[in-house]
């Protein structure tokens, strides 16, 4: 099962091209951990000596690196099973509120964080193949739809849970069975203090290390630790047998079946394994911030889990992340310094001068997600494969992002991810305007759909007619 | 029983409006299979314009809000809404879908949810991070009383069925009975080969945005007058109650649409006053994703059984 990693690529491309490439990957990687394990030592210093620079303080990397975490575990589901998830938040919130459960004053019991995490990263785990197993079935819209509500559904229950009644009808003789009003999960506001994770320094000082947000550089090489987990274990899977059984499904779900996968199981452990990143990612962010409350578990930051892995390259994992401290730097650290500095006095003059109260109150991190879902649309239309897509992982997913479930008008599809796959297939900068991008033939023709735009594949797709 | 009876009531109300919207999603999803994220938000947008249209009357022209001249010239900018409206679904499906058209299934999908969060901070932009009041232009008299004397529906309830039931019955009327109706059944039946028999492809789709448009802008007026408030966070909490309708429905189904609508209303109104409001949403994304999984083709699934 892990023997076979990266054989196949291999032999098709020139062995001492792949050589170098590895080489080269290994020494910027090194560079990678070394500036990550330095940086929180040097921010100081650092933002002293240039602080013309908006450096990203630690906490924001903490809060980068978590989302790193985060993206990793929904790339199974989205990149490598291809399907869409907009639920994500869920498994996130399990896992934190599991943690904040086990080991805060709220319900009196204090497990040690160390232990919890495991048993965050199965209640994540398991509320994962409860969402998979019953939608399995549903294509990859409707599947969007159901994992959205299963995200609101679980913000909302660890929310109203906070002060719930629940009593038999005075018929059945009105007898409280919960409540009255108990408080099960804090509701609006939160549980708080939760425990932090601690080591011990054994000997005579009695002093401990205290992973929480009052000691950031400590936290960071914990999530560092974490993401580092998290990845390590994303590359096996991704080269696994269970990896490439995931890849078949998401490029047609019946080939692969006939491949004698077994695609209910094989979905399901991707729902699961993303979704216990997920509860990884909770009980590190409860934990860390020794507090957490139902709002921040919104829809937003589903999307905001997604946003990262179209940006990023779906299904690379080097892309995943990248995408995530990119966008996570971007939305803590460089939007609020691009409005204090530059955008949000002369807005605030703007406003003030035309009596625009919402001018006048102008903070540019409030548009944030305006931003984003301009990078989103502009990402789908002209980049669908991400800024930082996987070689590999292209060659064998033809080029485009999300190949996703062909199903229903997938005839066309083909020919043009042949086409992407020539024209981006290493090198990330210059080439997608130099090529007729996919998406510019169809669109104005009057769609003379018997030789409709691109070349008509083969004999590709469910053909209903034509 | 009359508790009963006035929760149905408002839930017919509120039903209607779902409705209007979840025709929308119907009729896009319909045409291109895509489930038109941003609807929602153009609903809001369409909420926020009603606001500035009464804060014109109000403030700008001095009428007073209760009055009737006020009433009468909100019901006048109700078809520029609308066509504002409508004017921005179509924009959005020209420059957001359509050249995502032949790609991948859910690559629109994901762009409609870009778009989504374009619209939703145009409105945060337009109206400010917390609800706005709309000025009370519907009149509140009750009209309808129950025997024991306890008010049973109003003008402002009889005005909201008075706007939302024309439409309804219009867009069957035109889906049914016109040419371009026509063209729009077949392009939903099947794109190419209407394509064949000389149906311009890309303005049917273009029509179809703009109806559900407007239909949304007429949803966001009577919203905005009804409710009395407007919020830039009304695209996703009226987005998941409608797309539930459309679903219950059988998505792609102009009257089941309706049905959902009201149906989802009902529900909701029902759960407002004999659980509590703060499950409303549980229960409504419960009924949806269990009406997606033991039966996603709806609840009135013959016609459709193909698509879905």
Same mark, same amino acid.
């Given at each position: 099962?892990?023997?076979?990693?990266?054989?196949?690529?291999?032999?098709?491309?020139?062995? !001492?091209?792949?050589?170098?490439?590895?080489?080269?990957?290994?020494?910027?990687?090194?560079?990678?951990?070394?500036?990550?394990?330095?940086?929180?030592?040097?921010?100081?210093?650092?933002?002293?000596?240039?602080?013309?620079?908006?450096?990203?303080?630690?906490?924001?990397?903490?809060?980068?690196?978590?989302?790193?975490?985060?993206?990793?575990?929904?790339?199974?589901?989205?990149?490598?099973?291809?399907?869409?998830?907009?639920?994500?938040?869920?498994?996130?919130?399990?896992?934190?509120?599991?943690?904040?459960?086990?080991?805060?004053?709220?319900?009196?019991?204090?497990?040690?964080?160390?232990?919890?995490?495991?048993?965050?990263?199965?209640?994540?785990?398991?509320?994962?193949?409860?969402?998979?197993?019953?939608?399995?079935?549903?294509?990859?819209?409707?599947?969007?739809?159901?994992?959205?509500?299963?995200?609101?559904?679980?913000?909302?229950?660890?929310?109203?849970?906070?002060?719930?009644?629940?009593?038999?009808?005075?018929?059945?003789?009105?007898?409280? !069975?919960?409540?009255?009003?108990?408080?099960?999960?804090?509701?609006?506001?939160?549980?708080?203090?939760?425990?932090?994770?601690?080591?011990?320094?054994?000997?005579?000082?009695?002093?401990?290390?205290?992973?929480?947000?009052?000691?950031?550089?400590?936290?960071?090489?914990?999530?560092?630790?974490?993401?580092?987990?998290?990845?390590?274990?994303?590359?096996?899977?991704?080269?696994?047998?269970?990896?490439?059984?995931?890849?078949?499904?998401?490029?047609?779900?019946?080939?692969?079946?006939?491949?004698?996968?077994?695609?209910?199981?094989?979905?399901?452990?991707?729902?699961?394994?993303?979704?216990?990143?997920?509860?990884?990612?909770?009980?590190?962010?409860?934990?860390?911030?020794?507090?957490?409350?139902?709002?921040?578990?919104?829809?937003?930051?589903?999307?905001?889990?997604?946003?990262?892995?179209?940006?990023?390259?779906?299904?690379?994992?080097?892309?995943?992340?990248?995408?995530?401290?990119?966008?996570?730097?971007?939305?803590?650290?460089?939007?609020?310094?691009?409005?204090?500095?530059?955008?949000?006095?002369?807005?605030?003059?703007?406003?003030?001068?035309?009596?625009?109260?919402?001018?006048?109150?102008?903070?540019?991190?409030?548009?944030?997600?305006?931003?984003?879902?301009?990078?989103?649309?502009?990402?789908?239309?002209?980049?669908?494969?991400?800024?930082?897509?996987?070689?590999?992982?292209?060659?064998?997913?033809?080029?485009?992002?999300?190949?996703?479930?062909?199903?229903?008008?997938?005839?066309?599809?083909?020919?043009?991810?042949?086409?992407?796959?020539?024209?981006?297939?290493?090198?990330?900068?210059?080439?997608?305007?130099?090529?007729?991008?996919?998406?510019?033939?169809?669109?104005?023709?009057?769609?003379?759909?018997?030789?409709?735009?691109?070349?008509?594949?083969?004999?590709?797709?469910?053909?209903?007619?034509? | 029983?009359?508790?009963?009876?006035?929760?149905?009531?408002?839930?017919?109300?509120?039903?209607?409006?779902?409705?209007?919207?979840?025709?929308?999603?119907?009729?896009?999803?319909?045409?291109?299979?895509?489930?038109?994220?941003?609807?929602?938000?153009?609903?809001?947008?369409?909420?926020?314009?009603?606001?500035?249209?009464?804060?014109?009357?109000?403030?700008?022209?001095?009428?007073?809000?209760?009055?009737?001249?006020? !009433? %009468?010239?909100?019901?006048?900018?109700?078809?520029?809404?609308?066509?504002?409206?409508?004017?921005?679904?179509?924009?959005?499906?020209?420059?957001?879908?359509?050249?995502?058209?032949? %790609?991948?299934?859910?690559?629109?999908?994901?762009?409609?949810?870009?778009?989504?969060?374009?619209?939703?901070?145009?409105?945060?932009?337009?109206?400010?991070?917390?609800?706005?009041?709309?000025?009370?232009?519907?009149?509140?008299?009750?009209?309808?009383?129950?025997?024991?004397?306890?008010?049973?529906?109003?003008?402002?309830?009889?005005?909201?069925?008075?706007?939302?039931?024309?439409?309804?019955?219009?867009?069957?009327?035109?889906?049914?009975?016109?040419?371009?109706?026509?063209?729009?059944?077949?392009?939903?039946?099947?794109?190419?080969?209407?394509?064949?028999?000389?149906?311009?492809?890309?303005?049917?789709?273009?029509?179809?945005?703009?109806?559900?448009?407007?239909?949304?802008?007429?949803?966001?007026?009577?919203?905005?007058?009804?409710?009395?408030?407007?919020?830039?966070?009304?695209?996703?909490?009226?987005?998941?109650?409608?797309?539930?309708?459309?679903?219950?429905?059988?998505?792609?189904?102009?009257?089941?649409?309706?049905?959902?609508?009201?149906?989802?209303?009902?529900?909701?109104?029902?759960?407002?006053?004999?659980?509590?409001?703060?499950?409303?949403?549980?229960?409504?994304?419960?009924?949806?994703?269990?009406?997606?999984?033991?039966?996603?083709?709806?609840?009135?699934?013959?016609?459709?059984?193909?698509?879905?």
């Amino acid at each position: 099962m892990t023997e076979v990693v990266q054989a196949p690529h291999r032999s098709i491309r020139n062995p !001492l091209a792949g050589m170098d490439d590895r080489r080269r990957q290994m020494v910027i990687l090194a560079i990678v951990v070394v500036l990550a394990l330095v940086y929180p030592l040097i921010y100081r210093p650092l933002s002293n000596a240039i602080p013309a620079v908006p450096w990203p303080g630690t906490a924001v990397l903490v809060v980068c690196a978590t989302f790193a975490i985060l993206a990793l575990g929904l790339n199974i589901v989205m990149g490598f099973a291809g399907l869409l998830d907009l639920g994500y938040v869920a498994f996130y919130a399990i896992g934190a509120y599991t943690t904040a459960f086990l080991a805060s004053s709220h319900f009196g019991v204090h497990i040690s964080w160390w232990i919890v995490l495991w048993i965050a990263v199965a209640a994540a785990a398991i509320f994962g193949v409860m969402l998979g197993a019953p939608t399995l079935k549903l294509r990859g819209d409707y599947l969007a739809i159901v994992t959205l509500g299963f995200g609101e559904i679980v913000r909302l229950v660890f929310r109203n849970l906070g002060d719930i009644t629940i009593a038999l009808p005075a018929i059945l003789g009105g007898a409280v !069975l919960v409540g009255p009003n108990a408080n099960l999960t804090g509701g609006n506001v939160g549980i708080n203090p939760i425990d932090p994770p601690i080591i011990p320094i054994p000997g005579p000082w009695g002093a401990s290390i205290v992973f929480s947000n009052q000691n950031v550089i400590a936290s960071w090489y914990l999530v560092l630790a974490l993401l580092a987990i998290t990845f390590f274990i994303c590359r096996r899977l991704r080269d696994s047998k269970l990896g490439r059984a995931w890849m078949a499904i998401r490029e047609d779900e019946t080939a692969a079946a006939a491949m004698g996968i077994n695609t209910v199981t094989t979905k399901l452990l991707a729902f699961s394994l993303g979704a216990s990143f997920s509860g990884f990612a909770g009980a590190f962010t409860g934990a860390y911030n020794t507090a957490i409350f139902a709002e921040t578990f919104s829809y937003n930051v589903s999307i905001l889990v997604v946003i990262i892995i179209i940006l990023g390259g779906i299904g690379s994992l080097r892309g995943v992340v990248i995408g995530a401290f990119a966008l996570l730097y971007v939305d803590r650290t460089l939007l609020p310094w691009l409005g204090d500095n530059i955008v949000n006095a002369p807005m605030h003059d703007l406003g003030v001068s035309t009596g625009q109260q919402i001018l006048a109150d102008f903070k540019l991190t409030t548009y944030n997600y305006l931003i984003f879902g301009i990078v989103l649309v502009i990402m789908m239309i002209r980049r669908p494969e991400g800024l930082f897509p996987d070689a590999s992982a292209k060659a064998e997913m033809h080029g485009v992002g999300i190949a996703a479930e062909v199903t229903g008008a997938g005839d066309v599809e083909l020919a043009e991810l042949a086409e992407l796959e020539t024209v981006t297939l290493d090198d990330p900068e210059p080439l997608p305007e130099a090529e007729p991008p996919p998406d510019a033939e169809p669109p104005m023709s009057e769609l003379p759909p018997g030789s409709a735009s691109p070349p008509p594949p083969s004999s590709a797709g469910p053909g209903t007619q034509a | 029983m009359e508790e009963l009876v006035k929760a149905l009531t408002i839930g017919v109300t509120n039903g209607l409006v779902i409705a209007l919207i979840a025709i929308g999603y119907t009729l896009v999803y319909g045409i291109l299979e895509l489930i038109n994220f941003a609807h929602a938000d153009v609903f809001m947008l369409g909420t926020a314009f009603t606001y500035f249209a009464t804060e014109i009357i109000v403030r700008g022209m001095g009428i007073p809000a209760s009055s009737t001249l006020a !009433l %009468a010239l909100t019901l006048i900018a109700l078809p520029f809404i609308m066509l504002l409206t409508a004017s921005i679904n179509a924009s959005i499906e020209r420059f957001a879908y359509r050249p995502l058209r032949n %790609a991948p299934r859910l690559a629109p999908l994901i762009s409609a949810i870009g778009m989504s969060f374009v619209l939703q901070n145009i409105g945060l932009l337009l109206l400010g991070p917390s609800q706005k009041a709309v000025e009370p232009i519907l009149p509140r008299t009750d009209v309808v009383f129950f025997p024991s004397g306890a008010a049973w529906f109003g003008v402002d309830e009889m005005i909201v069925l008075g706007v939302t039931i024309p439409l309804l019955l219009g867009l069957r009327w035109f889906v049914a009975s016109t040419r371009q109706g026509k063209a729009m059944r077949a392009t939903a039946q099947d794109r190419e080969a209407s394509g064949l028999m000389g149906i311009d492809v890309n303005r049917t789709i273009s029509l179809t945005f703009l109806i559900a448009g407007a239909l949304a802008g007429a949803a966001g007026l009577v919203v905005a007058l009804y409710y009395g408030q407007t919020f830039f966070q009304y695209g996703l909490q009226f987005g998941l109650l409608s797309f539930t309708a459309a679903v219950l429905g059988g998505i792609g189904n102009l009257t089941g649409a309706t049905l959902g609508g009201l149906f989802v209303g009902i529900v909701a109104a029902m759960s407002d006053r004999f659980i509590e409001a703060k499950w409303t949403s549980v229960i409504v994304f419960s009924l949806l994703i269990l009406v997606l999984i033991f039966r996603p083709t709806g609840l009135l699934a013959e016609q459709q059984s193909e698509r879905a």
